[in-house]
């Protein structure tokens, strides 16, 4: 089941992305902070009471930038990254959302993958973005 995040969520998504090397790495605050913001949408994957993934976004004029994706290592494989960025294109456009997109590192190549799949392509790249030696791909998508 797809649900938005409450403010009890925070913990569990904290912990997902702790295990994802190459998630945002928010943090407990960092998504407590975004329950509260206007602008922003975060989305779980529930079963049988755990949050198992989730996917954060900002939407404000027409634009969207997916700024957090993350499914927890047991869950992996199982097409719930890809479900919750369908379920969240498909409300971004229902909201008016016209363009989407996206950063990257580079060398994650599952979710290149997804994006790929999903329909995103390349648009830029900044040389040394994460951690000043890995490069973010930029990737995007119109609605």
């Not at 790495?25 to 407590?32: I, L, Q, R, S, T």
């Not at 994650?108 to 790929?116: D, E, F, R």
């Amino acid at each position: 089941m797809i649900r938005r995040l409450l403010p009890a969520d925070a913990s569990r998504l904290a912990q997902i992305e702790e295990l994802q090397p190459y998630s945002a790495h928010w943090g407990e605050k960092g998504f407590a902070d975004e329950v509260h913001n206007p602008y922003s949408f975060v989305w779980c994957w529930e079963e049988k009471g755990r949050i198992n993934g989730f996917i954060a976004l900002r939407l404000a004029a027409g634009f969207c930038e997916i700024l957090n994706l993350a499914v927890a290592p047991s869950a992996c494989r199982r097409g719930i990254g890809f479900k919750l960025l369908y379920f969240a294109l498909t409300d971004v456009r229902a909201l008016g959302g016209e363009r989407v997109t996206l950063e990257v590192n580079a060398k994650n190549a599952p979710a290149v993958g997804l994006y790929t799949k999903a329909g995103f392509k390349p648009c830029g790249l900044r040389k040394g973005f994460y951690n000043g030696t890995e490069d973010a791909l930029i990737m995007g998508m119109n609605l």
